[in-house]
């Protein structure tokens, strides 16, 4: 990975020699996934996001968390009726009370909204990372379609731990909402930080992308998503 003077990965090299013949056969069978498939495994990775943001309220001691849960269960193929969205704008108005005044504005660049676009920069890093080792495609996501965005897949894969991360930004000192060398340190420690099971979420996201791609071979009927603060009892 190659990082800019922040700290935030801008690229990534991968080789071009000896690259094992199972990367041409697992990025056609990415290629080639059915549309089905690829509505049911965006369907599993919302309902996983979903239950995250529940356990993220819950150790953070806000209300919400049930409200969440039985949202994640009306979650349909391809998300059809959008319950992630729905799930959002709780799950905003739940972590961060009336007090703080906070709207989560991707690119806003100040606040609480520049410390959680810093540190999904980090995650998606190594999300892009080991998309490129489980020797997939970065550029063929299932929900995400933009022909602009390079890295669609990782903006899918990513979702899932997006509720470990905003865990560790809603404990932050409310007095150092600014991005700061000290909360930069502290925004890459809580990406770097445990996951489930003793992993660590880089760990995690390592086998997640490998989990992705037997899916894609069709070598997994479901697609098995991580939870955080849960196992994946759905399936």
């Not at 420690?189 to 996201?205: E, M």
């Amino acid at each position: 990975m190659l990082c800019d003077w922040r700290g935030v990965p801008v690229g990534a090299m991968h080789s071009w020699g000896n690259t094992p013949t199972f990367v041409s056969r697992r990025q056609h069978a990415q290629v080639s996934m059915s549309l089905p498939r690829q509505k049911n495994a965006w369907m599993q990775i919302v309902k996983a996001k979903i239950r995250g943001q529940a356990h993220c309220l819950d150790i953070c001691e806000r209300s919400g968390g049930n409200e969440l849960r039985e949202l994640a269960k009306t979650v349909h193929s391809g998300d059809s009726t959008n319950v992630e969205g729905q799930a959002a704008r709780k799950y905003w108005q739940y972590l961060f009370d009336e007090s703080e005044d906070f709207h989560r504005k991707p690119g806003a660049g100040e606040g609480r909204n520049s410390q959680f676009d810093y540190a999904y920069a980090v995650l998606r890093g190594f999300v892009v990372k080991a998309i490129f080792s489980a020797g997939l495609s970065p550029t063929f996501g299932v929900n995400h379609h933009n022909r602009a965005n390079y890295f669609c897949l990782a903006d899918d894969l990513i979702e899932p731990y997006r509720p470990a991360i905003d865990a560790q930004i809603a404990n932050l000192d409310i007095q150092d909402s600014t991005l700061n060398q000290e909360s930069k340190a502290a925004l890459v420690h809580a990406v770097n930080a445990q996951f489930n099971a003793g992993l660590t979420i880089p760990s995690s996201i390592n086998d997640f992308a490998q989990q992705f791609g037997l899916y894609c071979e069709s070598k997994q009927r479901a697609l098995s998503v991580p939870v955080f603060g849960a196992d994946d009892e759905e399936g």
